[in-house]
């Protein structure tokens, strides 16, 4: 097992990471000293994957949004693991046929009017990279909620590719805070937001690898650099009619 606190071992001390760098010429790689990942399957191979650790502690610290009819993408596990009892129908969405457990087949970026106003919650986790319309996706966001719903979104700024869904639909692109600020405002509204970002350098290289969040110390992943936006999660409300 990688063990990525020795990226900080210096002999027999351990070096103080806010104050202390390897001088030039003494950073100490280790298994990281490869030019292919340690796992091409995000880390699922090895525990949790780092992106998931983030995306799950937010949706737990807004499991009460989940209710009422939800949708989710792709499947219903978030739906069922935060949503619990305040769910009170469950849809799973997919851009085509294919799918069998999913209920509503639809292209999130393009006009749908029999479902504008349908949901109470959509859960959209590390989706909106694979549609190139993405603004226009946000936008869809919106109009399918119901007045007071409630759109828990995730997006990575920092990830690999994923070579499965850039063959089939495409994956496109990487956000940063300020992008997903652009283009929720456009759709809810400044006032409707709640946008913040997750991850640091050590957070991220783990990530890239496929090194797991079990193999990191918490703390580790919960010092949040800004400089280096690994996710960004998005809680975006439709507003009421005043």
């Not at 650790?53 to 937010?58: A, D, H, Q, T, V």
């Not at 978030?78 to 997919?94: C, K, M, N, P």
């Not at 990279?129 to 409630?150: C, K, M, N, S």
């Not at 990575?156 to 652009?182: C, H, K, N």
């Amino acid at each position: 097992m990688v063990n990525v606190r020795e990226w900080y071992r210096s002999g027999r001390r351990w070096l103080i990471r806010a104050t202390r760098r390897p001088a030039v010429g003494a950073v100490r790689l280790g298994d990281l000293a490869r030019r292919s990942p340690i796992s091409r399957d995000w880390g699922f191979d090895r525990g949790r994957p780092v992106d998931r650790f983030y995306i799950e502690r937010f949706l737990a610290a807004h499991a009460a949004d989940i209710r009422g009819r939800v949708l989710e993408v792709s499947n219903d596990e978030y739906t069922r693991q935060f949503g619990a009892t305040q769910v009170t129908h469950s849809d799973i969405l997919h851009p085509f046929e294919g799918n069998p457990r999913a209920t509503v087949i639809a292209d999130l970026a393009r006009p749908e009017p029999r479902l504008e106003q349908q949901f109470d919650c959509i859960i959209c986790t590390q989706t909106l990279q694979f549609i190139y319309a993405a603004r226009e996706a946000v936008q869809q966001l919106h109009d399918w909620l119901t007045p007071g719903g409630v759109a828990l979104v995730t997006v990575p700024g920092i990830s690999q590719i994923s070579r499965e869904d850039m063959q089939l639909t495409g994956d496109y692109w990487r956000f940063t805070s300020s992008a997903v600020q652009r283009m929720f405002a456009g759709a809810f509204g400044e006032g409707a937001l709640e946008i913040a970002s997750s991850g640091n350098v050590l957070a991220s290289i783990a990530f890239l690898h496929g090194i797991a969040a079990e193999e990191l110390e918490e703390a580790d992943l919960l010092d949040a650099d800004p400089q280096f936006q690994l996710i960004t999660t998005v809680r975006a409300v439709r507003r009421r009619p005043s």
